[in-house]
C-alpha cells in the first residue's frame, strides 16, 4: 500500500497550489480520502474528506470556498486545490485512505507533503 503526495511548496499569500495524492496497493475507490495537516507545535486537523461512493465532500470551517477536494477513480489519484492562500494554511499536508467494513478498518496515511504560505 502507497500513499504519495506531491505538489506542496512554497507560495506567496493569496496563491494557489494543487496536491495530488497517488495511491496504490489497494482498491482506491472503495475508499473514503481525505486531506488533513499539521502545523508546527499544532495538533493534525482534517482539511478535507470526499467519500467512496457518490463523491460528496465535506471541509473544515476555514477552508471552504477556498479548497476543493476531487478524486480520480481512473487515475487512483485524490487533489485539494487551494486557493487564496494564507499563511496560516501552511502545514504538511497528508493524505488518508480509510474504509470501514463489518470485520475491520482499513487505514493508511501518506508521508506527508510540506505547503508553506509566506512573502
Known amino acids: 500500500v502507497q500513499l504519495v503526495e506531491s505538489g506542496g511548496g512554497l507560495v506567496q499569500p493569496g496563491g494557489s497550489l494543487r496536491l495530488s495524492c497517488a495511491a496504490s496497493?489497494?482498491?482506491?475507490?472503495?475508499?473514503?480520502m481525505s486531506w488533513y495537516r499539521q502545523a508546527p507545535g499544532k495538533e493534525r486537523e482534517l482539511v478535507a474528506t470526499i467519500t467512496s461512493v457518490g463523491g460528496s465532500s465535506n471541509y473544515e470551517d476555514s477552508t471552504k470556498g477556498r479548497f476543493t477536494i476531487s478524486r480520480d477513480n481512473i487515475k487512483n489519484t485524490v487533489y485539494l486545490q487551494m486557493n487564496s492562500l494564507k499563511p496560516e494554511d501552511t502545514a504538511v499536508y497528508y493524505c488518508?485512505?480509510?474504509?470501514?467494513?463489518?470485520?475491520?478498518?482499513?487505514?493508511?496515511w501518506g508521508q506527508g507533503t510540506q505547503v508553506t504560505v509566506s512573502s
Open positions: 488518508r485512505a480509510r474504509r470501514r467494513t463489518v470485520l475491520r478498518e482499513y487505514d493508511y
Open positions: 496497493g489497494f482498491p482506491f475507490s472503495n475508499y473514503d
